[in-house]
């Protein structure tokens, strides 16, 4: 039988053996793999940084202020103090005080004609041009302002994982065309339930 010689051929840095009579084999792009693996690893590695750098060092401006609603807070606190009193609501340890809302119960506008209810269970916080007392006194023209918007609801509107923020976002845009601007500052839905 008649003996094979290999014959060596360099192309790109890789070594191709090719039996007699045979072409050598071409690699396929090995170096372009390599380089586009190389630029994705970069690019994923660059962009991971980046993010963590944005999410872990964040901005200045709500550092100055949260300074300035500590301030504030510290304010709020010494006027209550010196007034003797103290405020009504919740207090959660930093100064802040909410405004316990009754539970609303109001029939939902269905199109079967079926009886349906919606039961809202709220907290108010009080607003930079508010406190708990003040919203307190002004309740009652809030909750008229509320009664029309929830019997309006259809049960098709409270479905879904964005209704109760649609809700909750609603009843602040009332709450400030109600009262006023800085009068609330947010409204907190703790029960939101349909029967």
Do not use: C
């Not at 290999?6 to 170096?31: F, H, L, N, R």
């Not at 008229?144 to 019997?151: S, V």
Request: glycine content about 14%; hydrophobic content about 40%.
């Amino acid at each position: 039988m008649g003996k094979e010689i290999g014959a060596q051929t360099m192309s790109d840095d890789i070594i191709v053996e090719a039996k007699d009579g045979e072409a050598p084999a071409k690699p396929k792009g090995g170096k372009k793999k390599l380089m586009i693996i190389i630029g994705a690893a970069v690019l994923v590695l660059g962009g991971g940084g980046g993010g963590a750098a944005f999410f872990l060092m964040g901005s200045d401006k709500p550092a100055a202020k949260t300074a300035e609603g500590e301030d504030g807070e510290a304010e709020a606190e010494a006027e209550a103090e010196a007034e003797g009193g103290d405020e009504k609501g919740g207090k959660d340890g930093k100064g802040g005080a909410y405004l316990d809302v009754p539970p609303l119960v109001v029939n939902l506008r269905s199109a079967d004609g079926a009886a349906r209810f919606l039961k809202v269970h709220i907290v108010l916080v009080p607003g930079s041009a508010s406190t708990v007392e003040k919203l307190q006194g002004k309740l009652p023209l809030l909750i008229d302002a509320y009664q029309p918007f929830l019997r309006e609801l259809r049960p098709e509107d409270l479905n879904g994982s964005g209704a109760v923020y649609r809700v909750k976002e609603e009843l602040l845009v009332r709450a400030t065309q109600t009262l006023g601007p800085n009068q609330v500052k947010d409204v907190l839905i703790q029960d939101l339930v349909q029967q």
